[in-house]
């Protein structure tokens, strides 16, 4: 398949990068600086996944949107504060995924991989596990979510509507309060109770 990483410049970009390449996906990288890569064409792939810092989610969009017409697109996107990343903040549309619907009336958007640690992605000696809630108001969209959180090698859940993407994405700055508070960085979650 071929991803297209907006932003994908970044840790968490370059992480989810380097694990579907080895997975055998395409990847086509963008940036919000054209110089370290091109947005337009990672919007042009079959699969699109926004990993901007939630300030410049918008404005990504808002210029991307006709490209991404009936495209599913995984927005990982987390409004944190700086230097408040320990706090939940709510954004004015509810959660980013929200704002991105919004922007992306056209694209079936979905929430996921809020929680999947840059510092374990970009390790790839290390072997990726936990749970990946994934969020979205399109059936096959989540699935395709989840068949890509495979590929990681985590176990992906459908957590249901976008909606639920405020809960998903609040729970970003308590793990990285954890991350701190027990000296263990790149926490994240496993749903207990459903065995594989």
Do not use: F
Not at 24 to 39: C, T, Y
Not at 100 to 106: E, F, K, M, S
Not at 149 to 173: F, S
């Amino acid at each position: 398949m071929r991803i297209g990483l907006l932003g994908g410049t970044g840790k968490e970009g370059r992480g989810l990068a380097l694990r579907w390449a080895r997975a055998g996906h395409e990847l086509v990288i963008g940036s919000r600086d054209p110089a370290k890569g091109d947005n337009v064409r990672a919007a042009d792939a079959d699969v699109v996944v926004v990993c901007v810092p939630y300030p410049g989610q918008a404005e990504t969009l808002r210029e991307l949107a006709p490209r991404l017409e009936g495209k599913v697109v995984i927005d990982l996107v987390v409004p944190l504060v700086p230097p408040q990343v320990t706090r939940v903040v709510l954004p004015p549309g509810g959660a980013a995924a929200l704002e991105a619907q919004a922007l992306l009336p056209g694209a079936r958007v979905v929430g996921a991989l809020h929680h999947v640690s840059s510092v374990h992605l970009g390790d790839p000696e290390h072997v990726m596990r936990g749970d990946v809630l994934v969020c979205g108001d399109d059936a096959a969209a989540k699935e395709t979510a989840i068949a890509l959180v495979a590929d990681l090698g985590m176990r992906g859940l459908d957590a249901g509507p976008l909606a639920n993407a405020v809960a998903l994405e609040a729970m970003t700055p308590v793990l990285l309060y954890m991350n701190r508070r027990y000296k263990k960085p790149g926490l994240g979650l496993t749903i207990a109770g459903l065995e594989e």
